[in-house]
Each structure stands twice: as structure tokens, then as C-alpha cells.
């Protein structure tokens, strides 16, 4: 078996959070493999193929053309609108075949033989967990749902918080400009229901 380890601490924003961003685990360059750290520095969505970050400026910056954003800058990003975000996923043992398999499937397998540890949050986040508005960068089926629960449970969270989860198409391998207009839609429909309910 082979242990890929997510290093990548939850970030959180001084002052108001807007929203809080979900996904599983790091990008396998973002991963500690057999204890085997990255040689390179790293962040959230560190696979340049994940148009994350792009997705996400012509989210909240419309009218501005994306940049390939540095890890001080994407920090800085989710600071200046308040984002938070996090991995739910601590670590998880795979087979050897999937050493540099990043896919959720190998995550869902794991998590089924309970081959999966979660993050821990601290109290901040955890309370922020209960009042905050919650994206998961993937739709929903139940593997993210068990995935989820666990990290949950880890946490001493509400079940009842992954129906409060607005699940995002990925933004892998996507037309970032079409996938924004997207997210936005649904962001607003989400939090529309969100105030319709209080």
C-alpha cells in the first residue's frame, strides 16, 4: 500500500467569510507520497490543468482578463473576497497500481475499505462550518457524500450540513469563462435559498 498525505492546511480569510470552497485532496503534485513531499511549493488546485483559479477570478472579477496567479496572490484572491477553503481528506492508503492515480474513484475505494483519514478543523472553522455558505468544487453522487459524511463526523459536525452543500461542476479540463457563468448562476440560486430559509 502507498500513503498519500494532503499537507495543504485549511485557509481561512481575516475578518468576514463569504463562502467556504470543498474539495477532496490535493493534486498529486501537491501530494506527500510515502512521505515524499513535492519538491516545488504548493497550494490548493496546483495542477495546471485544473482551471480552478481561472474559474474563480472570472467568478468574482468578470470584467478582468484571469492571470496565472502565484501562491501569494491566490492567497491574497481568496483574502480580498473572503473565501475560505479546504480539502476534506487528510490522508489515504491506496493500492500500489494507483501510486499516481489523483482520481476521487481511488479516494472512494479507500474511504469504503476505511483506508481514509479526514482533516481536522480548528474551532474557528468548525463554527464557520455551521453558518457559512458551502462549495464543493465537484456534483454531487455518493462517494463525495460519504466522503463528506466522514469529514464530518471527524469533525463532530451535522449530517444535516451536506444538505446544505451546493456541489459545483469541477473545474477540470473546462471552458473557464463558461464554467464561471456557471458556478455564478448556481452561487446565486444557492445563496438565494439559503436567505429564503433563515
Same mark, same amino acid.
Given at each position: 500500500?502507498?500513503?498519500? /498525505?494532503?499537507?495543504?492546511?485549511?485557509?481561512?480569510? &481575516?475578518?468576514?467569510?463569504?463562502? !467556504?470552497? *470543498?474539495?477532496?485532496?490535493?493534486?498529486?503534485?501537491?501530494?506527500? !507520497?510515502?512521505?515524499?513531499?513535492?519538491?516545488?511549493?504548493? =497550494?490548493?488546485?496546483?495542477?495546471?490543468?485544473?482551471? =480552478?483559479? &481561472?474559474? *474563480?477570478? *472570472?467568478?468574482?472579477?468578470?470584467?478582468?482578463?484571469?492571470?496565472?496567479?502565484?501562491?501569494?496572490? /491566490?492567497?491574497?484572491?481568496?483574502?480580498?473576497?473572503?473565501?475560505?477553503?479546504?480539502?476534506?481528506? #487528510?490522508?489515504?492508503?491506496?493500492?500500489?497500481?494507483?501510486? +499516481?492515480?489523483?482520481? #476521487?474513484?481511488?479516494?472512494?475505494?479507500?474511504?469504503?475499505?476505511?483506508?481514509?483519514?479526514? &482533516?481536522?478543523?480548528?474551532? &474557528?472553522?468548525?463554527?464557520? =462550518?455551521?453558518?457559512?455558505?458551502?462549495?464543493?468544487?465537484?456534483?454531487?453522487?455518493?462517494?463525495?457524500?460519504? +466522503?463528506?459524511?466522514?469529514?464530518?463526523?471527524?469533525?463532530?459536525?451535522?449530517?444535516?450540513? !451536506?444538505?446544505?452543500?451546493?456541489?459545483?461542476?469541477?473545474?477540470?479540463?473546462?471552458?473557464?469563462?463558461?464554467?464561471?457563468?456557471?458556478?455564478?448562476?448556481?452561487?446565486?440560486?444557492? *445563496?438565494?435559498? !439559503?436567505?429564503?430559509?433563515?
Amino acid at each position: 500500500m502507498i500513503s498519500h /498525505k494532503d499537507e495543504i492546511p485549511p485557509f481561512y480569510p &481575516k475578518g468576514k467569510v463569504r463562502l !467556504i470552497i *470543498l474539495g477532496t485532496m490535493g493534486s498529486i503534485n501537491a501530494r506527500s !507520497i510515502d512521505g515524499v513531499r513535492p519538491s516545488e511549493d504548493f =497550494f490548493y488546485y496546483n495542477n495546471s490543468r485544473n482551471h =480552478f483559479w &481561472k474559474v *474563480l477570478q *472570472l467568478l468574482f472579477e468578470p470584467h478582468k482578463e484571469p492571470l496565472r496567479l502565484s501562491i501569494p496572490q /491566490k492567497k491574497a484572491f481568496l483574502q480580498k473576497w473572503g473565501i475560505a477553503i479546504t480539502n476534506i481528506v #487528510d490522508e489515504a492508503l491506496v493500492p500500489n497500481k494507483d501510486k +499516481l492515480d489523483p482520481s #476521487d474513484t481511488v479516494l472512494f475505494l479507500a474511504n469504503k475499505k476505511k483506508r481514509i483519514s479526514f &482533516k481536522s478543523l480548528s474551532p &474557528k472553522m468548525r463554527k464557520l =462550518f455551521q453558518t457559512t455558505p458551502l462549495f464543493f468544487t465537484c456534483r454531487r453522487k455518493k462517494g463525495i457524500e460519504n +466522503l463528506l459524511q466522514g469529514f464530518l463526523e471527524t469533525n463532530k459536525l451535522s449530517p444535516k450540513i !451536506i444538505e446544505n452543500v451546493w456541489y459545483w461542476a469541477t473545474p477540470t479540463r473546462c471552458n473557464p469563462r463558461a464554467r464561471s457563468e456557471m458556478w455564478r448562476r448556481e452561487m446565486s440560486a444557492h *445563496l438565494n435559498a !439559503i436567505a429564503n430559509n433563515e
